[in-house]
T-cell receptor
Framework: AQKVTQAQTEISVVEKEDVTLDCVYETRDTTYYLFWYKQPPSGELVFLIRRNSFDEQNEISGRYSWNFQKSTSSFNFTITASQVVDSAVYFCALSPQGGSEKLVFGKGTKLTVNP | ETGVTQTPRHLVMGMTNKKSLKCEQHLGHNAMYWYKQSAKKPLELMFVYSLEERVENNSVPSRFSPECPNSSHLFLHLHTLQPEDSALYLC????????????????FGQGTRLTVV
């Protein structure tokens, strides 16, 4: 069975602080894909990243970076120099294949960035 | 036009009513999904349509009935709902996962906030 755990329910930081959102997953598949989505107050989930299980290189996109550690089954997300606009709920998700047809989501982490 | 559009944005219905949620995507995708998002629960995948065929139905009560008339439109028909069905219902679309497909991430609508009274 697939499972995604986001242990941090809520995080509150002050603008310009760095913040890391944790994601731990469970799967018996040797091939799988991991995703991060952002859900701002408007409701829609916004896709941030997709990684496959064979690619453990860390990825950086602007102020966002992701650390994939297969040995600890973790796929953590760091926001550097956080901004108020980063306030949202962030979801980590797992799929046993490359598509979105069998996505399993974590419960999400609510991030509040205060000015 | 935004990528995935859901209507209505808010819906209040009685337990004996029949209503439908609508989702439309303008992204040329061939897979569409319904998710239920309740407070303090993970997003629950309800239904998946891939290439206009239903491929996933995760033990959803029969009071929820999906319909996918074509690859751009998805409906969720509701009847005799219970108060615990109150939630945010999210529609999403993506390219179906086929050999050679690279970008298969899902794009979501803003959801319909459903309240059952």
């Amino acid at each position: 069975a697939q499972k995604v755990t986001q242990a941090q329910t809520e995080i509150s930081v002050v603008e310009k602080e760095d913040v890391t959102l944790d994601c731990v997953y469970e799967t018996r598949d040797t091939t799988y894909y991991l995703f991060w989505y952002k859900q701002p107050p408007s409701g829609e989930l916004v896709f941030l990243i997709r990684r496959n299980s064979f690619d453990e290189q860390n990825e950086i996109s602007g102020r966002y970076s992701w650390n994939f550690q297969k040995s600890t089954s973790s796929f953590n997300f760091t926001i550097t120099a956080s901004q108020v606009v980063d306030s949202a709920v962030y979801f980590c998700a797992l799929s046993p294949q490359g598509g979105s047809e069998k996505l399993v989501f974590g419960k999400g982490t609510k991030l509040t960035v205060n000015p | 036009e935004t990528g995935v559009t859901q209507t209505p944005r808010h819906l209040v219905m009685g337990m004996t009513n029949k209503k439908s949620l609508k989702c439309e995507q303008h992204l040329g995708h061939n897979a569409m999904y319904w998710y239920k998002q309740s407070a303090k629960k993970p997003l629950e995948l309800m239904f998946v349509y891939s290439l206009e065929e239903r491929v996933e139905n995760n033990s959803v009560p029969s009071r929820f009935s999906p319909e996918c008339p074509n690859s751009s439109h998805l409906f969720l028909h509701l009847h005799t709902l219970q108060p615990e069905d109150s939630a945010l219902y999210l529609c999403a679309s993506s390219q179906a996962f086929l050999i050679g497909t690279t970008h298969t991430e899902a794009f979501f609508g803003q959801g319909t906030r459903l309240t059952v009274v």
